[in-house]
Nanobody, 124 residues
Framework: VQLVQSEGGSVQSGDSLRLSCAPSEYRNNWNCMAWFRQDSRREREWVANIRRDDFTSYANSVKGRFTISQDNTNGTLFLIMNNLKPEDTAMYYC???????????????????WGQGTQVTVSS
């Protein structure tokens, strides 16, 4: 199974964007799903994750501005990004895994399935 991401976009500072990520075939058994981002200057950075029971965690840099959610019936992941800032500019990747570690990883190691990435560019 592959994760297929929606397109990102180029927006102005303060604008909002919604990203989505859906499995290429029917899947409803993800235990954890997450968003990461990466630009040319930094290593891949964890943004947020969501556990099967809808427990969520956020990086401090996006807390209060981004919202992660999921549709457990079809394994789709969403990220609503509000009040975007230039420092949010990056390639965004979704990730998922069926393994149950009790808590969701905040590193790439906890996810075996990845989306293709989508570019989000925020200009000031």
């Amino acid at each position: 199974v592959q994760l297929v991401q929606s397109e990102g976009g180029s927006v102005q500072s303060g604008d909002s964007l919604r990203l989505s990520c859906a499995p290429s075939e029917y899947r409803n058994n993800w235990n954890c799903m997450a968003w990461f981002r990466q630009d040319s200057r930094r290593e891949r950075e964890w943004v947020a994750n969501i556990r099967r029971d809808d427990f969520t965690s956020y990086a401090n840099s996006v807390k209060g501005r981004f919202t992660i959610s999921q549709d457990n019936t079809n394994g789709t992941l969403f990220l609503i990004m509000n009040n975007l800032k230039p420092e949010d500019t990056a390639m965004y990747y979704c990730a998922a895994d069926t393994r149950n570690f009790g808590t969701c990883y905040r590193t790439s190691a906890g996810y075996r399935y990845w989306g293709q990435g989508t570019q989000v560019t925020v200009s000031s």
